[in-house]
T-cell receptor
Framework: GAVVSQHPSWVICKSGTSVKIECRSL??????MFWYRQFPKQSLMLMAT?????????EQGVEKDKFLINHASLTLSTLTVTSAHPEDSSFYIC???????????FGEGSWLTVV | AQSVTQLDSQVPVFEEAPVELRCNYS??????LFWYVQYPNQGLQLLLK??????LVESINGFEAEFNKSQTSFHLRKPSVHISDTAEYFC??????????????FGQGTELSVKP
């Protein structure tokens, strides 16, 4: 089946630094990618929707200047957490869709720990 | 707007016993319904989905879910669980006006723990 890969799987960064997480669709072109955040023992919360070649649409309450999303190609979207703080520590997971009406595939997720 | 409530955060069960994971939703519009499974340290995998047609949908590994519009529920069931079914299960909805399953609203998750 279709595969969506995230990198890195685990990352530890110092408070105040920025960290980038990549989401790649390995065998299909993802016109739309979604970024979710999951706190321990909680559900996934949609952060933003990203369409290739256009600006991401952020959910209410998500700081777009802090969580920079780029979807420059049909196989790659990146999430950059800028000036990270310990409260940004979370599990970030992306999903990708090859056009409207098609199945959504999720990545393996990326654990971010800010110390 | 939609919301999803999974009534049980943890469900412990013995191997080969039946299990039901409950999911209720609220929405002012028609929805699509999904169950996802998340194994430890892995991403989400689609287990089954209801889009239209028969209200009973099945997965390849023995799970089934029934859409009940009057009760706004989409409970997940399996008649006999295996140790390998141990995982976190998420119920999700999306409205039918948007892309199919594109923007998902998730429940809080239910941790299924199957014991020998």
């Amino acid at each position: 089946g279709a595969v969506v890969s995230q990198h890195p799987s685990w990352v530890i960064c110092k408070s105040g630094t920025s960290v980038k997480i990549e989401c790649r669709s390995l065998d299909f072109q993802a016109t739309t990618m979604f970024w979710y955040r999951q706190f321990p023992k909680q559900s996934l919360m949609l952060m933003a929707t990203s369409n290739e070649g256009s600006k991401a649409t952020y959910e209410q309450g998500v700081e777009k200047d802090k969580f920079l999303i780029n979807h420059a190609s049909l196989t790659l979207s990146t999430l950059t957490v800028t000036s990270a703080h310990p409260e940004d520590s979370s599990f970030y997971i992306c999903s990708a869709q090859q056009g409207a009406g098609n199945t959504i595939y999720f990545g393996e997720g990326s654990w971010l720990t800010v110390v | 707007a939609q919301s999803v409530t999974q009534l049980d955060s943890q469900v412990p069960v013995f191997e080969e016993a039946p299990v039901e994971l409950r999911c209720n939703y609220s929405s002012s519009v028609s929805v699509y319904l999904f169950w996802y499974v998340q194994y430890p340290n892995q991403g989400l995998q689609l287990l089954l989905k209801y889009l239209s047609g028969s209200t009973l949908v099945e997965s390849i590994n023995g799970f089934e879910a029934e859409f009940n519009k009057s009760q706004t529920s989409f409970h997940l069931r399996k008649p006999s669980v295996h140790i390998s079914d141990t995982a976190e299960y998420f119920c999700a909805v999306s409205d039918q006006k948007g892309n199919q399953g594109g923007k998902l609203i998730f429940g809080q998750g239910t941790e299924l723990s199957v014991k020998p």
